[in-house]
């Protein structure tokens, strides 16, 4: 089975505060296995990280469709 792909990682420090970062990844599916074969589409998470503690939110906005 193939890894998925991520295709940008981008991490900020906030500004004044070293143990957390702002998040943002984009995601593309294009092959897919198992119940989410033929499955295929991108979606975009952000949020916010603490190293320190690993507690965190991220939200996902985007679209998958078969």
Do not use: Q, W
Not at 10 to 35: I, Q, R
């Amino acid at each position: 089975m193939n890894a998925p792909r991520l295709c940008a990682v981008a991490g900020t420090k906030l500004a004044g505060d070293a143990d957390n970062f702002v998040l943002e990844t984009n995601y593309t599916l294009d092959e897919t296995f198992g119940h989410l074969k033929g499955f295929s589409g991108t979606f975009y998470s952000f949020g916010r990280l603490n190293l320190k503690t690993g507690e965190g939110l991220v939200r996902y906005t985007g679209e998958i469709c078969k």
